[in-house]
């Protein structure tokens, strides 16, 4: 009998305190995004690998390498091995057949599409020593000290209390697992669901939503009979679904299309877009290269000229559309400001916000009626000119904001001493790390209500019911009341079952 193929991987403890990864056990069949990190040999745990590399085709990026080290340019790729796939980055571009010296790493999904599926036959509990930096509160890692501890299951959280003790200036902390994975010992791949939501829009009484990957479009009307709609496009792209009146709109990075109500979906343009929103049945669509474009069933788009920069967020404001752009404007630093764009294409640009709160890395998001500007626990009126008024502390910090009908949708982590409402789920599950969603009046920005959800960033809408739908492990409902789970609602099920 051959002997199983097996990897050695170090999973962050982020990324199991985050819910991204299950806290390793013995036995367990994980699967995981995973990523290659190039170090010198004479690291601990260091490992040569041979694999094929294959360039992104991404640019670049400038990247820093430490506090006392120079820039150095950063390319990115994707390994493909004897039975893993592995993300890498790397300050040398390569291609092809490769042989790498470094470490495996179970980290955060973000930009990671990469995955390794396996049996985990083997656990340690990785402790790493820090020292207090001494002209801040922060701590950093010491290099070179680096030990295990055998153990059956990993924790789910580790524990950061010394780093609150002033008497403490270096310290081993536990931070993450080392585990060993059989990549053979594993059962099949469950099937892939008929339909997985990845995007929900409602007009109405009828519910939309498109599949995370397929080129589908459900709809599922007030009685919850579901009908197929196939788009002419192509598969594992991922798109965004808006509702109107008289059908939808679908856009991703493979064009834009439109499907009224009894005829065939058709797609009216091939440009990518990466942000959208509609009025009535118009539909702006956001394109990168500095020209968006207004769409209306059954005419020709029209051009609006815009700037070359990231929509970071997009809403809609009476007959209009506001968008709140950013530009880089150093490498630490970017510009945004406000721009109006009306139906008929005419554009407004504001002022450079040059006095928003909070940190200046951090997301913003349009939300609210009036509308206003949300950063970091703080919601700021928007003036006539598209500059900043007052502004409103919320006294929690969601990262996420949405509106959704005459509500404001936040998504924050759930906190005991700055939750909206102070409750706590039944029956929640305590391997797995729920998100506190709240609604909160448009208008007076007042909690409503709060659910636990497994998700981040869900797309969220609300129906001609006022029930609030969301895309979070798979397409759900709000209940009535506060802090109870979702209702899942199964589309595979409904299009299989009409």
Not at 4 to 10: I, P
Not at 45 to 53: P, S
Not at 335 to 361: Q, Y
Not at 473 to 493: H, I
Request: hydrophobic share 40%; net charge negative; proline share 9%.
């Amino acid at each position: 009998m051959s002997r199983h193929r097996t990897l050695a991987v170090q999973i962050e403890g982020l990324a199991i305190e985050d819910g991204e990864i299950p806290p390793p056990k013995i036995g367990m069949v994980l699967d995981f995004p995973l990523h290659f990190t190039e170090l010198p040999a004479e690291n601990i745990d260091a490992v040569t690998i041979r694999a094929v590399l294959i360039a992104d085709g991404h640019p670049p990026i400038f990247q820093y390498t430490g506090e006392d080290s120079p820039r150095r340019w950063e390319w990115s790729g994707v390994l493909r091995g004897d039975g893993w796939e592995a993300s890498w980055r790397g300050f040398h571009p390569r291609s092809g057949h490769v042989e790498l010296t470094g470490r495996f790493y179970g980290t955060l999904s973000h930009q990671i599409t990469s995955r390794v599926r396996g049996r985990v036959t083997r656990v340690q509990l990785l402790s790493l020593r820090y020292r207090r930096e001494p002209d801040s509160h922060g701590w950093a890692i010491v290099p070179g000290h680096r030990s295990l501890r055998e153990v059956t299951e990993s924790p789910r959280f580790f524990d950061t209390d010394v780093f609150m003790r002033d008497d403490v200036y270096e310290v081993d902390r536990e931070s993450g697992a080392w585990i060993e994975l059989d990549l053979d010992d594993v059962p099949p791949h469950p099937v892939r669901p008929r339909f997985v939501p990845g995007d929900v829009s409602a007009a109405g009484d009828v519910l939309w939503t498109v599949d995370s990957g397929l080129p589908i479009v459900a709809s599922i009307d007030s009685e919850h009979v579901a009908t197929e709609h196939v788009l002419p496009g192509p598969t594992g792209v991922s798109r965004h679904v808006w509702a109107t009146p008289g059908g939808y709109w679908v856009a991703g990075t493979d064009g834009t299309y439109r499907c009224t109500t009894g005829f065939e979906p058709c797609r009216v343009s091939d440009v990518p877009v990466h942000a959208g929103a509609v009025v009535g049945e118009i539909l702006l669509a956001c394109s990168p290269g500095g020209v968006w474009w207004l769409h209306t069933p059954g005419a020709d788009p029209i051009a609006v000229k815009a700037p070359d920069e990231y929509v970071n967020s997009i809403a809609v404001e009476g007959d209009s559309f506001l968008v709140l752009l950013e530009a880089r404007v150093s490498d630490r630093e970017s510009s945004r400001r406000l721009m109006r764009v009306t139906t008929a294409g005419d554009v407004t640009t504001g002022p450079v916000l040059s006095s928003i709160p909070g940190p200046r890395r951090q997301r913003l998001f349009l939300a609210g009626s009036p509308l206003r500007l949300f950063n970091h626990g703080t919601a700021s009126t928007i003036l006539p000119d598209l500059s900043l008024g007052d502004e409103y502390d919320l006294g929690w910090e969601p990262f996420h904001v949405k509106q959704v009908g005459t509500n404001v949708c936040t998504v924050a982590h759930p906190s005991s001493d700055a939750s909206p409402i102070g409750q706590r789920p039944g029956d929640c599950d305590p391997t797995r790390r729920y998100r506190l969603l709240t609604l909160l009046d448009a208008a007076t920005l007042e909690p409503v209500k709060s659910a636990p959800i497994f998700a981040i960033r869900p797309a969220i809408t609300v129906d001609a019911t006022g029930t609030v739908w969301i895309i979070a492990d798979g397409l759900q409902s709000l209940p009535e009341q506060s802090m109870q789970w979702p209702n899942p609602l199964d589309v595979a099920a409904l299009l299989d079952h009409p």
